[in-house]
Nanobody, 120 residues
Framework: QVRLVESGGGLAQPGGSLRLSCAASGSIRRINSMGWYRQAPGKERELVASVTNGGSTNYATSVKGRFTISRDSAKNTVYLQMNSLEPEDAALYYC??????????????WGQGTQVTVSS
């Protein structure tokens, strides 16, 4: 099994910053990609940003230029630096990873979620 543990959520003022972290552990041979999704009340879960094993990144249009995703492959950890936060960024943020394991093959895993609140 693979476990994703998120940290770094909390309360920020509009225009402020937060940094999310997500560490993967368990039966990991290779992580193909890691990313962040978010879900606000009454809305569908949406991709925020992702990064592949090769370093290619993808961002939602709404966060381009404000959020930066990065990855420490040695630590199986992905980060999301969120700057210039807007009230619309408030949501439950989920870490996501596509992992190849010797026993399980390729599977997608989700973290428990970390709450981001943006309010003055």
């Amino acid at each position: 099994q693979v476990r994703l543990v998120e940290s770094g959520g909390g309360l920020a003022q509009p225009g402020g910053s937060l940094r999310l972290s997500c560490a993967a552990s368990g039966s990991i041979r290779r992580i193909n990609s890691m990313g962040w999704y978010r879900q606000a009340p009454g809305k569908e879960r949406e991709l925020v940003a992702s990064v592949t094993n090769g370093g290619s990144t993808n961002y939602a249009t709404s966060v381009k230029g404000r959020f930066t995703i990065s990855r420490d492959s040695a630590k199986n950890t992905v980060y999301l630096q969120m700057n210039s936060l807007e009230p619309e960024d408030a949501a439950l943020y989920y870490c996501n990873a596509e992992v190849f394991s010797d026993w399980l093959g390729v599977r997608t895993y989700w973290g428990q979620g970390t709450q981001v609140t943006v309010s003055s």
